[in-house]
């Protein structure tokens, strides 16, 4: 777990690289930070328009492959530049958007003897969703489901859709489900106030 000061100091960075990116296209150069975040950790980057709160951007990592201020780094450039739903984010842009970070938990396979049971292994506001069958794979973050009210079947359901699968094949004996939780910091508004919020 994160403290305010650490969610705070990961907005900053995000927002801070994605400026310099934009305008320089490097990375910018962190010099210390807080030892937790040389831990290897999962985390996502959001960007929302301001005041509308329409999805930007939204690029991240579900695995602890790396260390969190690297995936970070890494992840708001791509939430930015690279996300294939949206044209690239202007610099000029920046002023109007809001940035979103969520510090993920290790992927758990959801393990059940009847894919039917997969809705009574999952928390709404709680957990987020990785499904995967095949070579396909789709993930959606905990905030998700509460943003769109969905409950825990329409929750699988648009993960199996994000993987680009039917929405039922949660329900395919072969599909792995996997949950993880998210610890979620983010601006009130462009460069205002950073709060951690709840799903």
């Known amino acids: 777990m994160y403290d305010l000061d650490e969610g705070k100091?990961?907005?900053l960075f995000a927002r801070k690289n994605i400026e310099n990116y934009l305008q320089y296209r490097k990375n910018i150069e962190i010099q210390e930070v807080p030892k937790?975040?040389?831990?290897?950790?999962?985390?996502?980057?959001?960007?929302?328009?301001?005041?509308?709160?329409n999805l930007r951007g939204c690029i991240g990592y579900p695995e602890p492959i790396m260390p969190l201020i690297?995936?970070?780094?890494d992840a708001?450039?791509?939430s930015a530049t690279r996300d294939p739903r949206f044209p690239r984010v202007r610099l000029e842009e920046m002023k109007n958007i809001t940035?979103?970070?969520t510090v993920l938990t290790p992927p758990e396979l959801i393990k059940v003897e009847n894919p039917a049971q997969y809705p009574s292994k999952i928390e709404i506001g709680k957990d987020g969703l990785i499904i995967e069958l095949g070579f396909r794979k789709g993930l959606l973050l905990p905030q998700v489901a509460v943003e769109e009210n969905w409950n825990e079947e329409d929750f699988l359901c648009y993960t199996c859709r994000k993987a680009g699968?039917?929405?039922?094949?949660?329900?395919?004996?072969?599909?792995?489900?996997?949950?993880?939780q998210g610890q979620i910091f983010s601006e009130t508004k462009p460069e205002?106030?950073?709060?951690?919020?709840t799903s």
Do not use: Q
Not at 70 to 73: I, T, W
């Open 99 to 101: 940035i979103e970070i």
């Open 192 to 197: 205002g106030e950073i709060i951690e919020k």
């Open 9 to 11: 100091k990961l907005v």
């Open 36 to 53: 937790s975040f040389r831990d290897k950790c999962g985390v996502f980057v959001t960007l929302h328009t301001y005041p509308l709160n």
């Open 76 to 78: 708001s450039v791509s």
């Open 165 to 180: 699968l039917p929405l039922d094949c949660w329900l395919d004996n072969r599909a792995m489900i996997y949950k993880f």
């Open 70 to 73: 690297d995936a970070l780094l």
